[in-house]
């Protein structure tokens, strides 16, 4: 192809990725205006911390123009019934709550017909663990994963297969895309076996090698792992993407990644949160 061609292509390209983009959720954004608050820790790893740094400067863009609201919080004390009845929508950024009473809570909430989305260590638990695995509805019946097991590493980017094109949050997405880089998890439970559990997207093999070490286990080279799923019962989607990469090696603690460069990947956790603030 003679190169002068190729730049208007690829503008062009851009520019109907961007219009389809905006298209899709002007259309969402008639709905009556939503609630959306936000929880998180900012501790543990600064990978995590970076995340929530980005979804705490992208969903306040996004909800001016898509006709939500969007608060976020680091007490936790919050998680009450009177607090939560004036959002539609709850988020767990980085982590869960460790406080028994917030977490009947949390579960009412959902029971009621709350909206949730979760991300990446919002899932995480093992036992025994100061990260214990003692909330069996949230990790057995709610998200349906069980403990985790393990990870790729570095943080990587990968292809990923939409499972289901019926559910509200991926019928108007491509078969694949390439999210930024992530820190991948595997979980104890095979969650193709939960009738209660709808697969969204699971890692393409074409992204295997996933992960490149130093450790042989740290490199995933088959196998099927979701990353995104609802649970049938509830108004939610837990996405395992929100581990930045870091410049971990080189001692500068620099963010090399943000999770929200990829259109592909925002899209689907506007519709997500869209779905979840609307029905």
């Known amino acids: 192809?003679?190169?002068?061609?190729?730049?208007?292509?690829?503008?062009?390209?851009?520019?109907?990725?961007?219009?389809?983009?905006?298209?899709t959720f002007a259309q969402n954004s008639k709905h009556k205006t939503f609630h959306v608050i936000a929880f998180y820790h900012e501790y543990n790893d600064l990978a995590h911390i970076s995340f929530v740094h980005d979804a705490n400067k992208f969903f306040p863009e996004m909800a001016k123009k898509y006709n939500f609201?969007?608060?976020?919080?680091?007490?936790?004390?919050?998680?009450?019934?009177?607090?939560?009845?004036?959002?539609?929508?709850?988020?767990?950024?980085?982590?869960?709550?460790?406080?028994?009473?917030?977490?009947?809570?949390?579960?009412?909430?959902?029971?009621?017909?709350?909206?949730?989305?979760?991300?990446?260590?919002?899932?995480?638990?093992?036992?025994?663990?100061?990260?214990?695995?003692?909330?069996?509805?949230?990790?057995?019946?709610?998200?349906g994963s069980g403990q985790y097991v393990s990870n790729t590493w570095h943080p990587t980017p990968a292809i990923l297969r939409v499972e289901n094109h019926k559910h509200p949050v991926t019928k108007d997405m491509p078969d694949t895309?390439?999210?930024?880089?992530?820190?991948?998890?595997?979980?104890?439970?095979?969650?193709?076996?939960?009738?209660?559990?709808?697969?969204?997207?699971?890692?393409?093999?074409?992204?295997?090698?996933?992960?490149?070490?130093?450790k042989q286990s740290e490199i995933w080279h088959s196998g099927y792992y979701p990353v995104v799923w609802t649970n049938k019962n509830y108004k939610m989607v837990y996405f395992n993407m929100g581990h930045n990469s870091m410049d971990y090696d080189g001692h500068t603690n620099a963010t090399l990644s943000?999770?929200?460069?990829?259109?592909?990947?925002?899209?689907?956790?506007?519709?997500?949160?869209i779905w979840a603030g609307t029905g």
């Open 1 to 23: 192809m003679n190169r002068s061609y190729k730049l208007p292509l690829l503008l062009a390209a851009m520019f109907m990725l961007y219009f389809n983009f905006s298209s």
């Open 69 to 143: 609201t969007y608060d976020s919080t680091k007490d936790w004390s919050k998680l009450n019934a009177e607090f939560l009845s004036k959002y539609q929508v709850v988020i767990f950024l980085d982590s869960r709550t460790e406080d028994p009473a917030q977490r009947k809570v949390f579960e009412e909430y959902m029971k009621n017909g709350g909206g949730w989305l979760g991300f990446h260590f919002a899932a995480f638990a093992l036992t025994p663990s100061e990260y214990n695995a003692d909330w069996d509805w949230y990790h057995n019946e709610f998200l």
């Open 258 to 273: 943000h999770t929200f460069d990829s259109p592909m990947e925002a899209k689907l956790i506007l519709n997500a949160l």
């Open 177 to 214: 895309f390439k999210t930024s880089p992530n820190e991948w998890y595997r979980w104890e439970k095979d969650l193709r076996k939960n009738p209660d559990i709808t697969i969204l997207c699971s890692i393409d093999s074409t992204s295997f090698p996933l992960g490149n070490g130093p």
